[in-house]
Nanobody
Framework: QVQVVESGGGLVQAGGSLNLSCVVSGSTISIGWYRQVPGKERELIALILNNGRANYPESMKERFTISRANANTVYLRAKTVKPEDTGVYYC?????????WGKGTQVTVSS
């Protein structure tokens, strides 16, 4: 069973940076970061494949960077955070057949 654990959330000052970590147990084909801000649906921030290729929605490209430390640890960095970045950030790991979510980590950006 694949397990996913996020860490690194908390209170961040607007204009600062955000660093999140995701540790995954088991073998996966991709790991992605999503977020759910109040009043909106969960949205994709970035996805990284096993070959290291990263994909971003156009709206996320400018301020977010996803990277891998190894096969089981993925980072998300955000620069110049804004109050509207406040929300719960989730890590998702996919195998060929299943999708696994972490419990999420709360990020609050203060103005």
């Amino acid at each position: 069973q694949v397990q996913v654990v996020e860490s690194g959330g908390g209170l961040v000052q607007a204009g600062g940076s955000l660093n999140l970590s995701c540790v995954v147990s088991g073998s996966t084909i991709s790991i992605g970061w999503y977020r759910q801000v109040p009043g909106k649906e969960r949205e994709l921030i970035a996805l990284i494949l096993n070959n290291g290729r990263a994909n971003y929605p156009e709206s996320m490209k400018e301020r977010f960077t996803i990277s891998r430390a190894n096969a089981n640890t993925v980072y998300l960095r955000a620069k110049t955070v804004k109050p509207e970045d406040t929300g719960v950030y989730y890590c998702n790991a996919k195998t060929s057949w299943t999708s696994h979510w972490g419990k999420g980590t709360q990020v609050t950006v203060s103005s």
